[in-house]
Nanobody, 121 residues
């Protein structure tokens, strides 16, 4: 059993910052790529940022220069530091991880339940 639990969402004013966390727990041999997605009401889920096990990152154009993804492999946790937030960033933010549960098997995709981020004055 593997679970992804996001935290850190909430209400913030435009221009403010939030730091999201996603902790992976359960039967884990290794975690490969991790990512943050978001989904606003009436819109399709979209990739926000992703990070490899080795720390290579990529992010969507709409968050470049504002959001930073990072991870702590010892804690099986991925973070998303969000700065200069604007109302368009309002969405449910979802954590994604590729998890190798046992050696010599395959990676399996897991998703968190999501955490709400609301940017409003």
């Amino acid at each position: 059993q593997v679970q992804l639990v996001e935290s850190g969402g909430g209400l913030v004013q435009p221009g403010g910052s939030l730091r999201l966390s996603c902790a992976v727990s359960g039967n884990i041999f290794s975690i490969g790529d991790m990512a943050w997605y978001r989904q606003a009401p009436g819109k399709e889920r979209e990739l926000v940022a992703r990070i490899t096990r080795g720390g290579s990152t990529d992010s969507a154009d709409f968050v470049k220069g504002r959001f930073t993804i990072s991870r702590d492999n010892a804690k099986n946790t991925v973070f998303l530091q969000m700065n200069s937030l604007n109302p368009e960033d309002t969405a449910v933010y979802l954590c994604y991880a590729l998890v190798l549960r046992y050696a010599n098997t395959i990676y399996i995709t897991y998703w968190g339940q999501g955490t709400q981020v609301t940017v409003s004055s």
